[in-house]
């Protein structure tokens, strides 16, 4: 089937605004990952779940980012009262289970610009 | 700490060189390591991955990478470049830590000179 898609593909947000972004895995992978990328930066991890239990979220910048899996599948990061400093490429991954030897799914990631 | 440590940021190789991209690791245990490449508006493909084994590792797109634990090096090696894999390149190490995760490096650009 398709490969991991995320939605939107850019989003121009005010500062302050509330913004939600969209990840659909891959059809029946466990393992929901979500990275923020910097410009001129390699992705650096912001959370994990393990179908709908969120095991890691250690990689959240603050309480503002919130993020949530409810059935399994489809997962949204939510990004409250965005600062500059949010503006980033968000990039979802998926793998079949999460294990150290599963080959992580990229998206193409969400383009977020605050201004 | 975990890290990865990628010293070129910017290379740039005439078509039909040879290629080799570094990659320094530093992690306490045994390392599984990666190198993804990202086009420009795609996302990160996997180009290939070392668990275990045989420390020289083929992946696709013709690229190959040698582990050396005595450097704690990954590099990342092609024989002869092709205009079409001007890229960015990440190397990254899958650590643990109550859950598996990927710590990228910073990337390396690599431009193709026709």
């Known amino acids: 089937g398709a490969g991991v898609s995320q939605s939107p593909r850019y989003k121009v947000a005010k500062r302050g605004q509330d913004v939600a972004l969209r990840c659909d895995p891959i059809?029946?992978?466990?393992?929901l990952f979500w990275y923020q990328q910097a410009l001129g930066q390699g992705p650096e991890f912001l959370t994990y779940?393990?179908?709908?239990?969120?095991?890691?979220k250690s990689g959240l910048p603050s309480d503002r980012f919130f993020a949530e899996r409810p059935e399994g599948s489809v997962s949204t990061l939510k990004i409250q009262r965005t600062q500059q400093e949010d503006s980033a490429v968000y990039l979802c991954?998926?793998?079949?289970?999460?294990?150290?030897?599963?080959?992580?799914?990229f998206g193409p990631g969400t383009r977020l610009t605050v201004l | 700490a975990q890290s990865v440590t990628q010293p070129d940021i910017h290379i740039t190789v005439s078509e039909g060189a040879s290629l080799e991209l570094r990659c320094n690791y530093s992690?306490?245990?045994?390392?599984?390591l990666f190198w993804y490449v990202q086009s420009p508006g795609q996302g990160l493909q996997l180009l290939l991955k070392?668990?275990?084994?045989?420390?020289l590792v083929q992946g696709i797109k013709g690229f190959e990478a040698e582990f050396k634990r005595s450097q704690s090096s990954f590099n990342l090696r092609k024989p002869s470049v092709h205009w079409s894999d001007a890229a960015e390149y990440f190397c990254?190490?899958?650590?643990?830590?109550?859950?598996?995760?990927?710590?990228f490096g910073t990337g390396t650009r690599l431009k193709v000179l026709a």
């Open positions: 990254a190490v899958g650590v643990w830590s109550g859950t598996y995760k990927y710590i």
């Open positions: 070392y668990f275990s084994g045989d420390t």
């Open positions: 059809s029946g992978h466990v393992s």
């Open positions: 991954a998926s793998s079949l289970t999460g294990g150290a030897i599963d080959e992580q799914f």
């Open positions: 779940f393990q179908n709908e239990a969120q095991l890691d």
């Open positions: 992690y306490g245990a045994t390392p599984y």
